[in-house]
């Protein structure tokens, strides 16, 4: 049997002329693996057959979505993950499960490397190899877009000489990722950060402009995973579905930012992610009201490293998975309802409730009923600053003497 590579196929243009271009440049068979996490569009039997017209020995789909959804959206979620404070990490997400999936039909159908269709300025390479690096050392990656400098000219050159059933009429001038947690875009008339984007760059989200009645949605969560939305009971890949549907139609999590990428480019990139963004703020919104001030003050800036450590490759590393460790610990009394009102862009919470909850009525009011002792303040105060004044006084002193 000849050596085997197992390419990461999304279907499109680079990865069905790189399945050729691996069995030229490297003698192996390809086999082509496509994933679904909800990015939508196409049937993945579709995909398979593409796959295998394209010279693929064989073609495996793998529908990911529920696996996506509980095991690495979740604790995104858990982590509040935004990247920038802005970005829900959608292909950082994506990536290391997909990696997965290439060492697993790597060790099943007996191949030596694994391959996938990156560039060599982007983060995804990264992501791909440092997750197979920690998965299945023994494997080597490949990654033919990169390695051989093939462009996208020399790609629409080597479909047509060599009959690929591709559309070259389906050319689009942006780089798209999509799956279940939003849509990334890039390139095209968006390298000029001044441009504004325009609205057909859209998919999962109306224009917030157009202003829709409002909806109000009430999340319940527990343990920090949503479970129902108005009392309906719903698994975690459905909350996010029918969230992206119904906080797209108020155009909810539309970012447009100047990213730093981990090769040290800065790049401007537009993404939205309606579901990810309603669900982010509802979470924070809860947490706020069930953990304990430093605890929430202090996970705050864990959730930071972890996006950080997701962006950059490294979901399957040590420390990855001590912080998963304390962030799951946090989440064991983050169990409530948020209510939210969906509008215009922006999703508000407006109501926030848990048997949980460590608010206290009679601390917080300033209406009759008020259990605080206020008078306790005044002494809490001068020991608080106490420091504050002894060093105040020392350097005062100093400035005395050295005035002398
Ligand atoms: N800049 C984003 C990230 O690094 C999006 C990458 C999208 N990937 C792509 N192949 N178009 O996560």
């Avoid at 917030?208 to 698994?235: L, M, N």
């Avoid at 990428?261 to 939205?272: A, D, F, P, T």
């Avoid at 982010?280 to 304990?292: G, K, S």
Wanted: with cysteine; hydrophobic share 40%; glycine share 8%.
């Amino acid at each position: 049997m000849s050596e085997r590579v197992v390419l990461a196929y999304s279907g499109g243009l680079d990865t069905s002329v790189g399945i050729g271009w691996l069995k030229d440049a490297t003698g192996k068979e390809v086999v082509a693996l496509a994933v679904d996490v909800g990015q939508g569009g196409e049937d993945m039997e579709d995909i398979r057959q593409r796959a295998l017209a394209c010279g693929a020995v064989d073609a495996v789909v793998v529908d990911a979505k529920e696996e996506f959804a509980n095991d690495y959206l979740m604790p995104a979620l858990k982590a509040n993950a935004s990247y920038q404070k802005q970005y829900p990490l959608v292909s950082g997400l994506s990536r290391p499960l997909i990696a997965k999936y290439l060492a697993v039909t790597a060790h099943e159908l007996g191949a030596d490397s694994v391959a996938h269709g990156c560039t060599g300025k982007g983060n995804d390479q990264v992501r791909f190899e440092a997750a197979i690096a920690a998965l299945a050392p023994e494997l080597t990656s490949i990654a033919p877009v990169r390695d051989l400098a093939l462009t996208r000219d020399k790609a629409i050159v080597y479909a047509q000489e060599h009959n690929l059933p591709i559309e070259q009429s389906k050319k689009n001038p942006y780089s798209i990722d999509k799956n279940v947690w939003g849509r990334t875009l890039e390139t095209g008339f968006l390298e000029d950060p001044w441009n504004p984007p325009i609205e057909d760059l859209y998919e999962y989200t109306q224009n917030p402009a157009d202003v829709q009645p409002a909806d109000e949605i009430i999340i319940t969560f527990e343990r920090g995973v949503p479970v129902a939305i108005d009392g309906k009971a719903q698994s975690p890949l459905e909350i996010v579905q029918n969230l992206n549907a119904l906080a797209g139609k108020h155009g909810i999590g539309r970012i447009d930012i100047i990213e730093d990428r981990l090769v040290g480019i800065k790049s401007r990139e537009i993404y939205e992610t309606p579901a990810a963004t309603t669900l982010i703020v509802a979470h924070e919104a809860l947490e706020n009201l069930t953990l304990e001030r430093d605890l929430n003050r202090y996970k705050r800036k864990v959730e930071a490293d972890w996006a950080n450590l997701v962006y950059d490759g490294l979901w399957f590393s040590a420390l990855k998975r001590s912080l998963d460790v304390f962030i799951d610990d946090t989440q064991r009394h983050v169990s409530g309802d948020i209510r939210l009102t969906l509008q215009g862009g922006r999703a508000v919470v407006t109501g926030q409730r848990s048997t949980e909850s460590l608010y206290d009525f009679d601390l917080a009011t300033y209406d009759t009923g008020d259990t605080f002792d206020q008078s306790l303040s005044k002494g809490f105060i001068e020991l608080w600053s106490l420091p504050s004044r002894i060093s105040a006084r020392r350097d005062a002193q100093q400035k005395h003497v050295a005035g002398k």
